[in-house]
């Protein structure tokens, strides 16, 4: 008999001043699933279990041994994974208790994991370590970047985690078990395996035990946003074909006759979420608060002296290249110009942000509401830049301006798409939001890269995504230019912030480049990552070089939160 064995540890989501949710996944629906907890593990508690709907491997999983000269997967494959989840309740303020989950087969076979320590929501005043990270998605040095973590801190507090935490959001191996040792759970929970080779040593790292006794927070990134639905295309291939909704519902109206002939809205729902994009991996694997028009997408929740705001901003991204065959930013591939079903409509943006959009009116409530002017740390996180030396904060965050150019015949010669520079949804309408109420430091990502503003007002800006990769920093002093388009009307920056602030120098150990210090870490071999200490209101980022695996965790930033 083949021993059951969990897919993941638990980890913890969603506390309450009395409360905290359990959760972890199992390849088996099983007929109980439970938390033991309490000092001698004298409570228990029975999981809600569900199956995860879109989970899937195809033929470029990195799975079950899978490689080119062994195929497992021929074509996109729902694999059966099963999610459990357990309210634990009645907890005191300030006490943590140790806690165990237990899995049990329908012949009576259980499975236990090692025992972990769950905590209501801290009391206001109880000092904090908070880990700020993004874009972790299977990078090489993520492994590296969270045990570093442990190693260096402890025991966190929290994550929080903006964006891109995975690849492809409906590939199952990337959250759980890749073959390359380091999908998203094992790395942050110390199960990872990752061989990372560095001029002739290899050094294995297993990522840090974290999120077993301490709640994460994520935000959506582009890549937790899988595009149309196929059970024929790769799942990368998935990933990458998204449209707006707008154009989903053109196409309905053309098919709804045939496809939703009882006019049924759930129906008609399904249909333009299969025909659009969708976020249902993502929602299905975290308890977050659904109480926002957006549901778990965007909320707001208090930890400790903390209320952060995590929002839904994000666009997918495509390639900046110009050449005939980029389906890119600015323009389609010139053998689709005829078939708008192959367009890709540009960067268009998931969900909406500006003046008067739902997201919008929630966001201007949530800074109004007592939970966020009293607190003593005002966060906002979100996965899109509004200041950044790195390549995505080109072009402007604004829906794209289709431009069709036609050959005297009638047939279309380009299509292209630009960016008022003027209508940037983040900097003409969310930063001056946040700006007025008072927020302290506004977390982000997506370029791989740490650099770090502040405004006048004194309102931090803090982009602590290079955990494993990078994109580049675009500097006058570096002299590397961004790619973007020669002609279009759209004069985008090539190099420095395009929002026009100037990046802070690192206070305690910047790196050094031809002796001149630099104002960011963008590499493939250090890894950075920025931990919050509440008790003072700190801000400290460590860096790691991962070429020398003996070398000290090096602290080469520190600021504290103000105004």
Same mark, same amino acid.
Request: proline share 7%.
């Given at each position: 008999?083949?021993?059951? /064995?969990?897919?993941?540890?638990?980890?913890?989501?969603?506390?309450?001043?009395?409360?905290?949710?359990?959760?972890?996944?199992?390849?088996?629906?099983?007929?109980?699933?439970?938390?033991?907890?309490?000092?001698?593990?004298?409570?228990?508690?029975?999981?809600?279990?569900?199956?995860?709907?879109?989970?899937?491997?195809?033929?470029?999983?990195?799975?079950?041994?899978?490689?080119?000269?062994?195929?497992?997967?021929?074509?996109?494959?729902?694999?059966?994974?099963?999610?459990?989840?357990?309210?634990?309740?009645?907890?005191?303020?300030?006490?943590?208790?140790?806690?165990?989950?237990?899995?049990?087969?329908?012949?009576?076979?259980?499975?236990?994991?090692?025992?972990?320590?769950?905590?209501?929501?801290?009391?206001?005043?109880?000092?904090?370590?908070?880990?700020?990270?993004?874009?972790?998605?299977?990078?090489?040095?993520?492994?590296?970047?969270?045990?570093?973590?442990?190693?260096?801190?402890?025991?966190?507090?929290?994550?929080?985690?903006?964006?891109?935490?995975?690849?492809?959001?409906?590939?199952?191996?990337?959250?759980?078990?890749?073959?390359?040792?380091?999908?998203?759970?094992?790395?942050?929970?110390?199960?990872?395996?990752?061989?990372?080779?560095?001029?002739?040593?290899?050094?294995?790292?297993?990522?840090?035990?974290?999120?077993?006794?301490?709640?994460?927070?994520?935000?959506?990134?582009?890549?937790?946003?899988?595009?149309?639905?196929?059970?024929?295309?790769?799942?990368?291939?998935?990933?990458?074909?998204?449209?707006?909704?707008?154009?989903?519902?053109?196409?309905?109206?053309?098919?709804?006759?045939?496809?939703?002939?009882?006019?049924?809205?759930?129906?008609?729902?399904?249909?333009?979420?299969?025909?659009?994009?969708?976020?249902?991996?993502?929602?299905?694997?975290?308890?977050?608060?659904?109480?926002?028009?957006?549901?778990?997408?965007?909320?707001?929740?208090?930890?400790?002296? %903390?209320?952060? %705001?995590?929002?839904?901003?994000?666009?997918?991204?495509?390639?900046?290249?110009?050449?005939?065959?980029?389906?890119?930013?600015?323009?389609?591939?010139?053998?689709?110009?005829?078939?708008?079903?192959?367009?890709?409509?540009?960067?268009?943006?998931?969900?909406?942000?500006?003046?008067?959009?739902?997201?919008? =009116?929630?966001?201007?409530? =949530?800074?109004?509401?007592?939970?966020?002017?009293?607190?003593?740390?005002?966060?906002?996180?979100?996965?899109?830049?509004?200041?950044?030396?790195?390549?995505?904060?080109?072009?402007?965050?604004?829906?794209?301006?289709?431009?069709?150019?036609?050959?005297?015949?009638?047939?279309?010669?380009?299509?292209?798409?630009?960016?008022?520079? =003027?209508?940037?949804?983040?900097?003409?309408?969310?930063?001056?939001?946040?700006?007025?109420?008072?927020?302290?430091?506004?977390?982000?990502?997506?370029?791989?890269?740490?650099? /770090?503003?502040?405004?006048?007002?004194?309102?931090?800006?803090?982009?602590?995504?290079?955990?494993?990769?990078?994109?580049?920093?675009?500097?006058?002093?570096?002299?590397?230019?961004?790619?973007?388009?020669?002609?279009?009307?759209?004069?985008?920056?090539?190099?420095?912030?395009?929002?026009?602030?100037?990046?802070?120098?690192?206070?305690?150990?910047?790196?050094?480049?031809?002796?001149?210090?630099?104002?960011?870490?963008?590499?493939?071999?250090?890894?950075?990552?920025?931990?919050?200490?509440?008790?003072?209101?700190?801000?400290?980022?460590?860096?790691?070089?991962?070429?020398?695996?003996?070398?000290?965790?090096?602290?080469?930033? =520190?600021?504290?939160?103000?105004?």
């Amino acid at each position: 008999m083949t021993p059951l /064995r969990l897919l993941t540890d638990p980890f913890l989501q969603l506390p309450t001043a009395t409360s905290v949710r359990v959760v972890w996944f199992t390849e088996f629906a099983g007929l109980e699933h439970t938390v033991a907890y309490g000092n001698d593990l004298e409570y228990t508690v029975t999981a809600t279990t569900t199956k995860l709907s879109h989970v899937r491997e195809d033929q470029e999983s990195s799975v079950a041994g899978q490689t080119e000269t062994n195929p497992i997967y021929s074509h996109p494959t729902y694999r059966d994974i099963w999610r459990h989840e357990a309210e634990v309740t009645g907890l005191s303020a300030g006490l943590c208790l140790p806690y165990q989950v237990i899995s049990t087969e329908a012949n009576n076979q259980s499975v236990r994991s090692d025992r972990f320590m769950l905590c209501p929501t801290p009391m206001v005043g109880q000092p904090l370590k908070i880990l700020l990270t993004s874009d972790h998605q299977l990078k090489p040095l993520t492994a590296a970047n969270l045990q570093k973590v442990v190693e260096t801190v402890g025991q966190v507090d929290a994550v929080f985690l903006a964006g891109d935490l995975v690849d492809i959001a409906d590939r199952a191996s990337e959250w759980f078990d890749s073959d390359e040792g380091n999908a998203f759970f094992p790395c942050l929970q110390g199960r990872a395996h990752y061989d990372l080779k560095r001029d002739g040593t290899t050094t294995r790292y297993r990522g840090g035990a974290i999120i077993q006794s301490a709640p994460l927070f994520p935000a959506l990134g582009n890549h937790e946003v899988m595009g149309r639905f196929s059970m024929e295309q790769t799942l990368g291939a998935q990933f990458n074909d998204p449209i707006p909704q707008a154009v989903a519902q053109q196409r309905y109206a053309e098919v709804a006759a045939q496809v939703n002939p009882q006019n049924d809205p759930a129906v008609q729902q399904a249909w333009l979420k299969d025909h659009s994009f969708n976020t249902d991996t993502y929602e299905e694997l975290f308890s977050l608060p659904a109480d926002s028009p957006g549901g778990k997408k965007y909320y707001a929740v208090s930890y400790g002296d %903390i209320r952060l %705001i995590s929002l839904y901003v994000t666009n997918i991204w495509r390639v900046p290249s110009l050449d005939a065959g980029a389906r890119g930013r600015y323009r389609e591939r010139d053998e689709d110009l005829m078939n708008p079903d192959r367009w890709g409509y540009g960067q268009h943006i998931f969900e909406p942000i500006s003046v008067g959009s739902p997201q919008y =009116e929630w966001l201007q409530a =949530e800074l109004n509401r007592p939970e966020f002017q009293q607190a003593k740390y005002k966060i906002v996180m979100f996965h899109h830049p509004p200041h950044s030396l790195g390549d995505n904060i080109v072009p402007a965050y604004t829906d794209p301006v289709q431009t069709i150019d036609y050959f005297p015949d009638g047939t279309i010669k380009a299509v292209r798409y630009e960016y008022p520079m =003027e209508a940037d949804y983040l900097i003409r309408d969310v930063v001056p939001l946040l700006e007025a109420a008072g927020v302290h430091l506004v977390l982000y990502g997506h370029s791989h890269l740490w650099n /770090r503003f502040t405004s006048d007002s004194g309102m931090h800006f803090l982009e602590t995504s290079n955990v494993g990769n990078t994109y580049g920093a675009y500097t006058f002093s570096n002299q590397k230019r961004r790619p973007i388009p020669i002609s279009y009307e759209q004069t985008y920056k090539a190099m420095g912030d395009p929002n026009g602030l100037t990046p802070i120098m690192p206070s305690i150990s910047p790196l050094m480049e031809q002796t001149e210090p630099q104002p960011y870490i963008a590499s493939n071999d250090i890894t950075v990552f920025s931990i919050l200490e509440t008790a003072t209101g700190t801000v400290s980022s460590y860096r790691f070089d991962t070429r020398n695996p003996d070398s000290a965790v090096v602290k080469f930033d =520190e600021f504290q939160l103000g105004r």
